[in-house]
């Protein structure tokens, strides 16, 4: 049980974090800042949080459990703006997508104090952001990379581990460098693909009476398209590099099914297609548990 | 109100066509055809057809609706195992998801009989297949296209469009040409991707450790991934012109993207992301009709 749950960032996440703490009883009270005012307000309006913050620090004051749920771009000067605050025992988190330059900046900014932040990525999302999508279950039956250093304090850990399981997902501990290589596959390069893919449908001369003739196949298959490009050009930048290995290995795939399409081999085109039908076909999602963190 | 449909081919489509048909009250007997005798077999014991018919001739024979619902790669073949009894009044369709190739196809075979057959493409489908997943609704709420000829029987046209609104769907008329251009982009470029992008994750030598973290943005991204293979090996070998164009403009697209990542253009990044974000958040499925053939 906390105190005070103070929340940099009330967005989808921050504030679904937020209500998913109080229904769980985890928390007596929420205190949250965004850049924007009228954010903060919007939060406070629908509950979400109890109290507005002028300031991240402010947020932070008090505070016995803190997430900071911001672009990662903007993680940096987070950390910056309350690392006179971070102090031991409290347990700071973050929610970014990409895991690596978060842990870099922690390290330079907060140096001795960075056994106190927590790395975190929650597996959940929507492709609509702001706290009006705020939702209590957000998270529940999700999976939580949590990406600790060796200063990491091993008690926060466990709280980390403790407060994510009480709201219903499991968590998984990885390296930041694992968890980058692995979200480059299955999370940043199919945004990447979908952002990519609607904009050539869109932007082509056509495009708007072929989208009126899209079925439930290509809405399903662009949902992400619509996710948040502020976010999204973080991720792409932050983690460029596995995500450009990731895109070549994809167009290898890609360049090898358009060979056999030209030169005509059906056999060769349907066992290609055979496997990532079967495959997929098998997958479930969450489905085993590498390296769990319980 | 038809007194019997012939079913040729009792998988999902077939199966969908003959229970909608059953519970709108359109038809008296459904009488069906399978290559696989167990699967004719399969469909008469779940009450999707009342009998079965020991080939596709004895299908047609004495059914005034037929509804042909097999790989497009078989269309040759069936519409020569039915051409003698092809004849004026009755209402033959298809629900190909390639228009070009089973007009050709028709022409070549059934000759001054063409007029007889609609050609039509329900915008409907699951990412599984065969009889056992038949169901009466999977047409309802969705587009079907048909794809006259100058020679096709204009009271057939016109009984295609009642049949198909009477089960639901909304009837839009194009050009076979036209339907094979807008399909390459809204559907049958996505299946490729979808399947070059799971088959990429899942052969490399992380890819099961990848596959078990993915979420739920993955899990949409890829359901289209696990369509039925031999279907889309003739699809993408039927329409592969138009798709190999498309797959051009998404890889010009894609290389756009790479290369404001690679060169760290970050206002560049996000405007394109925004792009894909802002058209994607304002398309709806189905929300426009160009041409509607009502």
Known sequence: MFNQLGVIGCGLMGGSFALALKRAGLVKRVIGYSKSPSTTEKAKKLGVIDDTAESALLAVSGSDIVLMSVPVSASEATFRAIRHLVEPGVLFMDVGSTKR??????????KDRVGSFV?????AGKEVSGVAHADASLYAGRQVIITPLPQTDPDLVQKATDVWSAIGSQVLRMTPENHDAAFAAVSHLPHMLAFAFFSSVAKQPAGRDFLSLAGPGFRDFTRIAASDPEMWRDVLMANREEILKQSMRFRHTLDAMEHVMKSGNVEALEDLIRNASEARANWQ???TKPGSGR
Chains 1, 2 share one sequence.
């Open 101 to 110: 330059d978060v842990v870099d900046a922690a390290r330079r900014v907060l």
């Open 285 to 287: 999602m969450g489905a």
């Open 119 to 123: 790395p975190a990525h929650p597996i």
